[in-house]
């Protein structure tokens, strides 16, 4: 157990945590979980560079890493999916192809085979991260516009309202990673999907 398997371990165990004040419909408490998704998010670079600084990657590491990682966003948007702020049908789709390419990649890597993100898997990722980063954002705002009753957004000539202009959004951009998580996940599955059986 070295120091980035630590920081690895770290991000499984502070994803609940957030989970637990960003449900909390206050304006600090989301602050806090905000900032503890930010620290966890931070490992995920750190562990990586750690242990090749280091020259501690271990085959542990390889493993736990996306693990953690899928966890996190995972968290996330379940979390979302509680406030009201996401689809659950997309959540859903997206958190099984998540996992379920990270058992295949498992069994590749037991069977001697590294998989390597494609780029459409990169990107996927990111647009993950971006989704989770905007929905972040207005749940922090959220609890003052509800305590304080704004409600509309005033721009010059007409008013915009808060609620249906931010869940229309939400689901726009939960779509976008939603297309790439099934795409990348057909392409994996269809590249690699050799190593779910037994005589490979």
Known sequence: MNFPN???????????????????????????????????????????????R???????????????DKVLVSTAFLSF????????????????REFFITGLRSIAAYKGT?????????????????????ILIY????????STHATQIVIPAWS?????WAYNLFDVILFIPLILTVWTGFDYLLKYGGFVRTNQ
């Open 114 to 134: 590294v998989i390597s993100p494609s780029f459409l898997a990169k990107a996927k990722t990111f647009t993950q991260m971006l989704a989770v980063a905007v």
């Open 81 to 96: 999916v509680q406030l009201g702020y996401a689809k659950a049908w997309m959540v859903i789709i997206i958190i099984v």
């Open 54 to 68: 280091l020259g501690h990657a271990t085959g542990f590491g390889r493993f736990m890493d996306p693990l953690a």
């Open 160 to 164: 915009l309202p808060i609620t249906g």
């Open 6 to 52: 630590i920081l690895t371990i770290t991000r499984i165990i502070l994803s609940p945590v957030f989970m637990v004040f960003i449900l909390i419909e206050n304006f600090y408490f989301r602050m806090i979980g905000t900032g503890i998704f930010l620290v966890a998010a931070a490992t995920d670079i750190a562990d990586g560079y750690f242990a090749r």
């Open 139 to 146: 749940a922090n705002i959220d609890p003052w516009f509800s």
